[in-house]
Nanobody
Framework: QVQLVESGGGLVQAGGSLRLSCAAS????????MGWFRQAPGKDREFVAA????????YYADSEKGRFTISTDNPKNIVYLQMNSLKPEDTAVYYC?????????????????WGQGTQVTVSS
């Protein structure tokens, strides 16, 4: 079992930055790919970014490429999402997730564990 706790959300103006953190307990990161998803009110949960546990390859949704960066601190079991040049449409609850799979990391169904989410609000 893996427990995931997100932090770092908040209110920021458009163009600003936030860094989300996700602390994992129960098992080390090794063997788990990590992902970030988000869900805005009235919308489906959507993929933001992921990092595979083999080789640390990263994946991003097209709208986040060049603005967001996913990284891990493996000794501390923390995964980060650095978000720059934030836009009002980035407003959502952001969820951290862990998957035993290395494939289809943009699909929420491959993830085995989820955090409770952290709210990010970007004002215009």
């Amino acid at each position: 079992q893996v427990q995931l706790v997100e932090s770092g959300g908040g209110l920021v103006q458009a163009g600003g930055s936030l860094r989300l953190s996700c602390a994992a307990s129960g098992r080390p990161f090794r063997g788990y790919s990590m992902g970030w998803f988000r869900q805005a009110p009235g919308k489906d949960r959507e993929f933001v970014a992921a990092i595979s546990w083999t080789g640390g390859k990263t994946y991003y949704a097209d709208s986040e490429k060049g603005r967001f960066t996913i990284s891990t601190d493996n000794p501390k079991n923390i995964v980060y999402l650095q978000m720059n040049s934030l836009k009002p449409e980035d407003t959502a609850v952001y969820y951290c997730s862990a998957a035993r799979s290395n494939y289809d990391l943009h699909r929420s169904r491959v993830y085995d564990f989820w955090g409770q989410g952290t709210q990010v609000t970007v004002s215009s």
